[in-house]
């Protein structure tokens, strides 16, 4: 007997969550390929079907048709691979930022004497508020921006930044105490 994608959905939802299994046996292998040509990579589409997956399994209630379920978690593993991607495009950006922070601009080296303390407190900062930092200043976003492309509430991001703020100038306020190079004297 072939039992419909809509059979397994309702016995799901009729007390049975078990048998969400057969749905992912299913459609493990034609969604891994799907992923895999989206994403480029094997390791990071099983990951995406795996949260696809898990998105379905708890979302199955919303689910308007139950023989539509192929159609549907096509779209929420698409959806996934989107914010995927998202995410890994915001810390390649954040990394860009951090490299040009620690790189000096060409024949900028008086300046960037007078920023390496500045660099150094921003490179240690933990990567939350490093990234924060980053995205605030060295990509120019504001705070609304930075809380939609980090997925956070502005709040969130807001007091993010101000402890960020406070980290950096406990940080600088260390450096003060140290002696300063003198104009001939080498950096290590």
């Not at 930044?161 to 003060?176: F, K, N, Q, T």
């Amino acid at each position: 007997m072939c039992r419909t994608d809509g059979y397994f959905v309702q016995r799901c939802l009729n007390g049975r969550p078990e048998e969400f299994r057969h749905l992912i046996e299913r459609y493990q292998g034609v969604l891994l390929s799907q992923l895999t040509g989206l994403l480029g990579s094997a390791d990071r589409a099983e990951e995406a079907a795996q949260e696809a997956f898990v998105r379905a399994y708890f979302a199955l209630g919303r689910l308007r048709r139950a023989d539509s379920f192929f159609s549907w978690l096509v779209g929420i593993a698409t959806r996934v691979a989107a914010d995927q991607q998202r995410r890994d495009a915001r810390r390649r950006q954040a990394v860009r930022a951090a490299a040009e922070l620690a790189t000096p601009a060409p024949g900028a080296a008086s300046a960037g004497a007078a920023d390496q303390p500045l660099r150094r407190a921003v490179a240690g900062l933990p990567e939350d508020y490093r990234q924060a930092i980053l995205l605030r200043y060295y990509a120019g976003l504001s705070c609304a921006e930075l809380a939609e492309r980090l997925g956070k509430p502005l709040g969130t991001v807001t007091k993010t930044l101000s402890r960020a703020y406070a980290m950096l100038r406990e940080a600088l306020a260390g450096d003060e105490g140290r002696p300063k190079p003198r104009d001939h004297e080498v950096d290590s």
